[in-house]
């Protein structure tokens, strides 16, 4: 972090007199840009999707498939996977779109969810495991390709407000992930709980699995696709729709080269992006 600081420079082009805070500018006018909110929405509902799969699959592989002791394994084989996926689908989309290759891990997320209705617990036991890296493979995808497009939204800004607001942006999208993070967590547990989910007993001073019910165990099935399928639904609708494009791109970096050297801008095409980016 200390070396963050001390070698990271500000651009030149960037730098004007600040202006007193107003809040209004900081918590109500980003969400006036319409190619903000589409990367939030997004950028919430994916990982909302992925903070209720990691949730609700210790449930899944302990109470159902019996094989607790394997959680572990079984969530590092996730991560590894979205480690891998990330040079891959860096290189799909300098072919591509941000957002298409968004869309392509995306798919692959909620094709592999649905292959975990055939699991039972006489299931392949690697079988787990190739599960657990397809959907980290779809959900690398996704992650990078957040990450990729934010950066573009401070240039879209630019082009109405005129300045540069990157904090802005990052704070409020941080906030809305945590926040998000925390009322998945916490609906995932009430959920289940009403599904009839029986908490762990004590026995000989240690706390031993309860058995659970046909019922809970068959909403536990349903719960563990359609939640999160359920969610990344809308960062894929949304994604589909995602107004700033590769050409769209294109454009707007010659209007605010122009803007930053203070030379004549075209004001019809500035207008134009405006109203595809902004609304």
Not at 21 to 49: D, G, N, S
Not at 99 to 126: D, K, N, Q
Not at 194 to 204: K, N, W
Request: no cysteine; glycine share 6%.
């Amino acid at each position: 972090f200390i070396a963050t600081v001390a070698i990271t420079r500000e651009r030149a082009e960037f730098q004007r007199e600040l202006r007193p805070f107003h809040w209004k500018q900081a918590f109500i006018e980003p969400f006036q840009v319409r190619t903000f909110v589409y990367v939030l929405i997004m950028y919430v509902t994916a990982f909302t999707a992925f903070d209720a799969t990691q949730s609700i699959v210790v449930y899944f592989i302990k109470t159902y498939l019996g094989r607790g002791s394997e959680v572990s394994y079984v969530l590092g084989a996730l991560m590894i996977a979205q480690v891998i996926s990330l040079p891959i689908y860096q290189r799909i989309s300098k072919r591509l779109s941000k957002a298409r290759t968004y869309l392509i891990g995306a798919a692959l997320f909620v094709i592999v969810m649905f292959f975990s209705f055939l699991f039972t617990p006489t299931t392949f036991a690697p079988a787990l495991y190739i599960f657990a890296v397809l959907v980290g493979l779809g959900s690398g995808g996704v992650v990078i390709m957040i990450y990729a497009i934010f950066p573009d939204i401070p240039d879209v800004d630019e082009l109405r407000s005129g300045e540069r607001r990157e904090g802005t942006y990052s704070a409020l999208t941080t906030f809305t992930r945590k926040l998000s993070s925390a009322l998945a967590v916490f609906a995932v547990a009430q959920v289940l709980q009403l599904a009839g989910y029986v908490p762990p007993v004590e026995q000989a001073g240690k706390l031993v699995e309860a058995a659970q019910t046909p019922a809970f165990i068959n909403a536990l099935r349903l719960f563990f696709v359609l939640i999160p399928v359920g969610f990344i639904s809308f960062g894929i609708f949304f994604a589909s729709r995602f107004p700033l494009t590769r050409a769209i791109y294109a454009r707007l970096e010659v209007v605010l080269t122009a803007m930053r050297a203070n030379r004549q801008v075209d004001e019809t095409e500035r207008q134009d992006l405006i109203k595809k980016l902004v609304g």
